[in-house]
């Protein structure tokens, strides 16, 4: 699982990166066609909610057709049909890229998380262009391997953190390696939401119901556990809480909250994770928790090491801290960037600002900075040969330091949950990452957490 990360990104290359706007650069890709007014054909597995978001964003591009659905549940097709009436539907995914060969050259894939990586590394064995959707791969050991698979499959990828490319990120990263602030000496990130109320006192859902008609439990299960079909407590959309199937609020919110912290400063992996939360069982994730990852320095930060604290549920930094005016609060979402020259305070989503204000006077932000179309700017990628700036070689990386916190807080099980007790358990210390032996070397426990058990029949392939 050993693989050396691509280079650190230089304050001259990004800006020069930046002048052209996101430009594609130059490498092989494997491409249906060499006709280059030939239109990329697309199929779409997951259509209903995020994934119709995805499909109708990537279908506005005048080079990218769909030829294929697919979605477990029936009743999902309908907004996209009326989209694009006459497009074959499937419910397996693997049964849709055996049977249309290569007439696909790229997929997007919106399931569940547990579904991603089997979904994606699927398609790119068969050298299919990717959009997935964040957080990318439910576990850490499956972000490395859609990287890998990436990498070795030469084909075009990007994540669907689109918030990677609006305008408001990309005028903080600019903000971050142009030094506005100084050299960072820590980082806060958070987030409102947290795990359910509802959800957090169970271990199992105490009710069942039959499957309804049109949705396959099966194939939506896919990998995970075999359980019985509980109205509103998985499908369609309260799966995040629950440990088999999503990644709780750090896995919903971690790759886009995050992000303008790994691009801005040129992050990498952690060294270390250490976590506590509000109480977590066996199955589902806390309703709070805070999880602090150190980084290694490099020339953008003012240490050998960067601290970067994630909070959620609510829970954020006190807004002195940002040294900001009396009559402004800290947003409910977002990153604190605390420099050697101030700080800088980028809302979740909303553009960054300076403080304190006397440190800045007359401080001219950045007018040359434009959003660009994150789905459009896959497809550019595909048609021309090129990759993306979101693509799995970075996306990767950031999923992995996502999930690696959700390893720790799994571990951290100070107030343990059952059934409406709480029992007080001992703290666990600092876990201690390897990221080029993909192992943490101080917790074997801990390395049971990086990938977990699949059904017979839906593993996911090693790179």
């Known amino acids: 699982m050993t693989l050396i990360p691509p280079a650190a990104t230089t304050r001259r290359t990004f800006l020069k990166s930046s002048a052209v706007a996101g430009a594609a650069i130059a490498f092989p890709a494997v491409l249906r066609a060499a006709n280059p007014n030939s239109r990329i054909q697309i199929a779409a597995i997951g259509v209903n909610a995020r994934g119709y978001a995805d499909l109708h964003s990537l279908a506005s591009h005048p080079k990218l057709k769909y030829v294929a659905f697919c979605d477990v549940d029936q009743e999902s097709f309908a907004k996209a049909d009326a989209d694009h009436p006459g497009t074959p539907h499937f419910a397996d995914f693997r049964e849709m890229l055996a049977k249309l060969g290569d007439t696909v050259d790229a997929v997007n894939v919106a399931t569940p998380d547990h579904m991603h990586a089997l979904a994606s590394i699927e398609a790119m064995k068969r050298g299919k262009h990717v959009f997935c959707q964040k957080p990318l791969a439910h576990t850490v050991w499956e972000c490395r391997q859609m990287r890998l698979w990436a990498e070795k499959k030469g084909v075009v990828t990007q994540m669907g953190n689109q918030i990677h490319s609006a305008v408001e990120y990309r005028m903080s990263t600019r903000l971050l390696r142009e030094g506005a602030i100084g050299k960072v000496k820590e980082v806060h990130s958070w987030v409102a939401v947290g795990g359910n109320e509802r959800t957090c006192l169970l271990e199992a859902p105490a009710e069942s119901a039959p499957v309804p008609a049109g949705l396959n439990w099966d194939l939506w299960i896919g990998g995970a556990p075999m359980r019985p079909y509980a109205p509103g407590i998985y499908h369609p959309f309260a799966w995040r809480d629950w440990q088999d199937f999503g990644g709780g609020a750090l896995g919903d919110f971690g790759c886009h909250i995050l992000d303008p912290v790994f691009t801005g400063l040129g992050l990498k992996a952690p060294q270390s994770i250490v976590a506590e939360n509000s109480g977590v069982n066996r199955q589902i994730w806390p309703t709070t928790e805070t999880v602090r990852f150190v980084f290694p320095g490099n020339e953008l930060t003012a240490g050998p090491t960067l601290n970067v604290t994630w909070t959620d549920g609510g829970m954020r930094p006190e807004r002195k801290v940002a040294k900001m005016p009396a009559d402004l609060d800290l947003p409910k979402s977002g990153s604190l960037f605390i420099g050697e020259k101030g700080n800088l305070v980028l809302p ?116």
């Open 348 to 463: 979740h989503v909303g553009g960054p600002r300076l403080y304190p204000m006397e440190n800045f006077p007359g401080f001219a932000y950045p007018k040359d900075i434009k959003g660009l179309n994150h789905w459009h700017s896959w497809v550019d990628a595909i048609a021309a040969g090129g990759r993306t700036t979101d693509g799995f070689d970075y996306a990767g990386l950031l999923a992995e330091t996502v999930q690696l916190g959700n390893v720790a807080t799994r571990m951290a099980r100070r107030q343990t949950i059952t059934r409406g007790t709480r029992k007080t358990d001992d703290k666990v210390g600092r876990l201690e990452w390897d990221s080029a032996s993909g192992k943490f070397t101080n917790s074997p426990e801990a390395n049971a957490l990086l990938t977990k058990p699949y059904r017979k029949g839906w593993a996911v392939p090693a790179a």
